[in-house]
């Protein structure tokens, strides 16, 4: 299962270079194979992240790369404080009744204004037409009718919110990493998740 602490080092700004460096190869026309002690670190890299390592090396690192670059950005230095950014209007969308109420706490202690949290798409649909949002906090996976990433579309591109995506499943993040501004891997803890907030706000995909 997913090691935060070791993803913390992964998605580091220069880690995450000398990564690219090491296996963009794979992507290449043709594909430039990094060699077998590279291919062995790919190989754990995808058991943390509990993808399917039995796939290409280029398949996983395609997948690996879209992560990694949309929950890391560049990391603070220890000790370093997140820059600041005026409250936010945020929506949660979480069918985990105990992480929705945990996040909705968490956000709400942190100054930010909260719509939800939605246990389902269909809500969430309704409530984007009536509230202007800043941002919006996804599951991926929700029961009902819909989808978080149906959601994140409708969301990106008649509402103009930009969206974080919250989850586990992060084979289905890769596949679409491109309808988020960040991603946050489950299990997270509230600073995890403040700091996505931060990085996207500070990327312009919030309006200031």
Known sequence: MFDGRLNAKIGGGGELDRLRARYDGLLAEPPVPPGAEALAELAGMARIFDLDGSRPPAEVWRDLRAVLTRQGGPVPAAGTAVPAHRPLTLMIVEDDPGMASDLTE???????????????????????GLHAIDLALLDINLAGDGDGVD???TLTRTWGVPVIFLTGNVEAAARHARLAAALVLKPYGGRDVLDAIARTV???????
Do not use: Y
């Not at 500070?202 to 200031?208: I, K, T």
């Open 106 to 128: 968490m956000l709400a202690g942190a100054g930010h204004g909260v719509i939800g949290p939605f246990s389902d798409a269909a809500a969430a649909r309704t409530a984007a």
């Open 151 to 153: 959601l994140a579309r």
């Open 202 to 208: 500070a990327s312009g995909a919030v309006a200031p």
